[in-house]
């Protein structure tokens, strides 16, 4: 149990386009889902905490505007990359936990974006 | 601001050894620490938690210790097998931060057959 997939895994676009990527819970309810960014050979950096019905928590040096999060369902949350750039082009990865501030996070896959 | 090293950040050792992760973190206030594996291109898998109050957690040639008053874990791996080369990952909840996770920056182990 507890499964998280993303899609696209992989998607390349041209610059100025947008993006979204998806993230749901499979098989559980996620009341806190989070986006990450990994830099190749980097660790993931939090860009974002979403709670099902609020408005994403954004974290310090992550724009709002060009990063827009949705979490209108307890299975599902997306992330658009707007007006994507190259210097966009990362790994995105999602996780998503249940009620409780104390509960683990289950990571999905993870999805490439390559902004040409 | 919590704040978590990874040491060494690259390691390459003979199949058949066993070795030592590190990880280090700034703020003890903690409520887990997780090792994760991370295989190219992957997403994350989670290998071991270890609740503020355990001192290790064992599975399989894994053993994962925490000392939470001087900030560290070790994640240690017995009998190295090629198929353990990843980048490991180790991130830690703090008491002070709800469900975030704050990780450090890996560890890219090759095991060489």
């Keep these: 149990g507890a499964v998280v997939s993303q899609h696209p895994s992989r998607v390349i676009c041209k610059s100025g386009t947008s993006v979204k990527i998806e993230c749901r819970s499979l098989d559980f309810q996620a009341t806190t889902m989070f986006w990450y960014r990994q830099f190749p050979k980097k660790s993931l950096m939090l860009m974002a905490t979403s709670n099902e019905g609020s408005k994403a928590t954004y974290e310090q040096g992550v724009e709002k505007d060009k990063f827009l999060i949705n979490h209108a369902s307890l299975t599902l949350s997306t992330l658009t990359v707007t007006s994507a750039h190259p210097e966009d082009s990362s790994f995105y990865i999602c996780s998503a936990s249940r009620a409780g501030s104390t509960d683990t996070q289950y990571f999905g896959p993870g999805t490439r974006l390559t902004v040409l | ?113």
């Design chain 2, 1 to 113: 601001k919590q704040e978590v090293t990874q040491i060494p950040a690259a390691l390459s050792v003979p199949e058949g050894e066993n070795l030592v992760l590190n990880c280090s973190f700034t703020d003890s206030a903690i409520y887990n620490l997780q090792w994760f594996r991370q295989d190219p291109g992957k997403g994350l898998t989670s290998l071991l938690l270890i609740q503020s109050s355990q001192r290790e957690q064992t599975s399989g040639r894994l053993n994962a210790s925490l000392d939470k008053s001087s900030g560290r874990s070790t994640l240690y791996i017995a009998a190295s097998q090629p198929g353990d080369s990843a980048t490991y990952l180790c991130a830690v909840r703090g008491r002070n931060a709800g469900n975030m996770l704050t990780f450090g920056g890996g560890t890219r182990l090759m095991v060489k057959p």
